[in-house]
């Protein structure tokens, strides 16, 4: 036998972890509970604990319906339960990518090297890397060139963990003082050592920074140990003047791999494992279409030309020319006068005490929000629909903030993991010429698809 639960998309999908319904079953009510597990999956338990399985048809934006086949309600709960699943695909697809250059050649797919990425609360994407024989959870931040991590000697770095020279045989320190600043002027110090290290199976002789003050970045919210900068070693204020390079590069110099490229897709599920960091090459079952790509304008960080954007049919000129795709920062970064174009067009929210524009969370769905399209570099075109650029907020299951957050005297956007849940982005360090004149960035549908963040 089977029966069928109406419920709103809301309702399952919002901060409730619960949703309790009551049910006419063969003429008796039944009360059953609708637990939500994670962003694309859910279960049904009914009073007696048993958990029925069936899955999800998303027929069109505000009505999900629930099928369940009551034929296997009379085993045990351990053979039951099952996961529905909430087919986003079979209601919605993501607009492709268009434009990009043309005549790139085809991207390898197969990576040298794979690293899982752990999702923190939908702001942090980290890996665990191993420096000599010590393992750490450092963050993958495309906004900065070095690679440091807590060191022993710090006495500000709380309990997370810490590498210790002695212990790995054929480490040196090199005497060297660094310094590595972050947005807002956030400085961590260290000394400059080599040791081999890993990411992803791939492993070479790299310099990184043991940190001795990392107070300012590794706070006690912070879980990770250190960052793992795959920037341009040209940002780097240590590494790039003495004519040493970053750990992705040195690994490329090294022949790791054939080519210098890596792929970044960062997962929505939060507080679990599900990203993925390729080395050498990308990974075509995170993506669907083609990858498009567009030239890097300064070499250093992944900036690239910015052509304002459109809210619907809305063209909107900004303030500034060029944008960075930086996976360390949480929002969409922008001036404040773009910022001030796009909420009053959005309209109806309040400016929070953080700074960002909150929204009622029902203007994800209802249809009185357009397409936002970012342009860059003439006529590459992505796009973000107002289920991924207005966010949920864990505090408040009613309550959305937008995706952009504004930043006094920025004089660029930044286009941070917010941007990138929705696309695959590849990287290519472009060294076939001496002065990288030939690095690119390379944008696909993620996969699976972020259809509501």
Known sequence: MKFLVLLTLSALAGA???LAKQLKIDGVHTNVEIERRSYDESRVRTEHGVYLPGHVREEHETIAEIQIDLKHTSKPPSQTSRTIKRNFEKRQTPTPVTGGLANVSPVPTVAAGKSDLYNRGQFEWSANI??????FEVLVDTGSADLWVAGSQCTNCGSRPKYTLSTSTGARNLSIPTASTYLGGRTVRGHLLEDTVTVGG?????KFASVWDGASQLTSDIKWSGILGLAFTKLSPTLYPRGYYNWFEEAYRAVKFKHGIFGLYLHTTQNSWGGDLSIGGVNPAKYRGNIAWVKIVEI??????FNGINFGTTAVTSSVSKAVVDSGTNFILIPTADFNKITALIGGGIINADGTYGVDCKRKKD??????TIKLDGNLKLTLTP????LYNPGDANWCNTAFLPSTGLDFWILGTNFLKAYYTAYNIGWVTANNSDAKIGFAVAYPYALDL
Do not use: E
Not at 202 to 206: G, L, T
Not at 300 to 305: A, H, L, R, S
């Open 16 to 18: 409730p972890s619960v």
């Open 130 to 135: 191993k420096i000599g024989s010590q393992t």
């Open 202 to 206: 791939v492993a070479v002789r790299s």
């Open 300 to 305: 250093g960080t992944w900036k690239v030309n």
């Open 367 to 372: 249809g009185s929000l357009p397409n936002i």
């Open 387 to 390: 289920a991924q650029y207005i």
